[in-house]
């Protein structure tokens, strides 16, 4: 990643490019939390401990952002160009009532934000193409503090309880879940989606689709599984891979408890109709 004139060393960004944060480590002074944006095929490893003394660990790379304590360390995994953005959240550029939300932001936190990761093909764009100096950098660390604060204080969601799930927010999530279904998906990740709380997501969710979202994402698993069990490869081994789940006994016994068979049983079913 090119460096420009901009941004230089010694100027304290609260937005700065992996390349520059990693080199002049200018961001491990500030105060408060950092979000850390890896794109591309990057993958940061951010380690620390809690206020309670708790030490911490997590690898984060695209699509999912983390925030985590302005102390803690970073290095990336075998990348010697890592690309993405490390940003300082600072509560002096809120006001009052986002000051208040952003005091109780989760600390290690790891999420897919949708709206984060356009702000990071943005600032990858304009890094790009040199249109970006310091004071669009820091324009931009203001809007996602912003954006930090109202969506993951302890006043997200807060508001409105009953917000329904429209058919085009529904679509969002089943798009979201049919494109991931082989990773980890978290009730949180489908609720930042529709930017909704995560148990005001659920009780929606629930209330239109008459399951909870943890299930929906289940029986969507199982439904691709039995698909890929139709076919006459891949192994059962690479069935249960694909459709998300995280052991073959874990793949064996979901599948068996909604379709009251086991995954070898249902393809020697399948060839035998097939034949």
């Known amino acids: 990643m090119k460096q420009t004139t901009g941004l230089t060393p010694d100027h304290r960004l609260r937005c700065q490019p992996m390349t520059v944060a990693f080199t002049n480590g200018g961001l ?72 208040e939300a952003f005091a109780a932001v989760p600390k290690w936190s790891k999420s897919w934000d949708p709206f984060l990761r356009e ?53 969002r999530v089943e798009a979201f879940v049919h494109e991931h279904i082989a990773e980890t998906i978290l009730v949180g990740q489908l609720a930042m989606l529709v930017h909704m709380g995560t148990s005001n997501f659920a009780r929606a969710f629930k209330r239109v689709t008459g399951r909870p979202p943890h299930q929906y994402v289940t029986l969507e698993r199982v439904k691709f599984a039995r698909t890929m069990l139709s076919q006459q490869t891949p192994s059962l081994v690479d069935v249960g891979a694909l459709a998300g789940f995280q052991t073959q006994q874990h793949f064996t016994e979901v599948f068996h408890r909604y379709t009251g068979v086991t995954p070898r049983a249902y393809r020697l079913a399948r060839r035998n109709v097939s034949s």
């Open 119 to 171: 702000v990071a093909g943005t600032l990858s764009a304009l890094h790009r193409a040199e249109l970006i100096d310091a004071a669009c950098a820091d324009a931009f660390a203001d809007v996602i503090s912003v954006h930090i604060a109202l969506y993951y204080g302890h006043c997200a969601g807060a508001a409105a309880p009953d917000t329904p799930l429209t058919l085009q927010m529904l679509s």
């Open 28 to 99: 491990n002074t500030v105060q408060g939390l950092r979000l850390v944006m890896p794109t591309g095929t990057t993958v940061v490893q951010a380690a620390g401990c809690d206020d309670l003394g708790v030490n911490h660990s997590m690898l984060i790379s695209a699509p999912f952002v983390a925030v985590i304590p302005a102390g803690a360390q970073l290095a990336t995994i075998a990348d010697n160009d890592p690309k993405g953005w490390v940003i300082a959240l600072e509560r002096s550029v809120l006001g009052q009532a986002s000051q």
